[in-house]
């Protein structure tokens, strides 16, 4: 039964990020990384491309989470600290991901 509980939990949290990604593929506007942030297409070189490494980033993010989504099934103790890991270091690496991506594609 715990399985299920999980799995109601997951499988939103999963395909969240891999909307977020999908999102930022298919938006013509430059797509932001936080609440608040702007990026101006003035300011990028290619706002196409710009938009699909973001997007990328986002779905290689969530396929962690679809991986630890099917693990729980099965070993629910692996996949609760493989979560907070990803949660918690991966933030930081989105940051730093992200980051690179605007430095390449900001106009000099």
Known sequence: ????????FMIPLSALFTGVGIFAIRRKKPMWFWSGSEVRAES????????????????????????ETVLGVFYPDIAGV?????????IPILVVVYKRILKK???Q
């Open 1 to 8: 039964m715990e399985w299920i509980v999980w799995l109601i």
């Open 44 to 67: 990028l070189t290619d706002v196409r491309a710009y938009n699909r490494a973001n997007g990328v980033m986002w779905i290689v993010y969530s396929l962690l989470f679809w991986g």
């Open 82 to 90: 493989l979560i907070a890991a990803t949660t918690l270091g991966g």
């Open 105 to 107: 594609y900001r106009k």
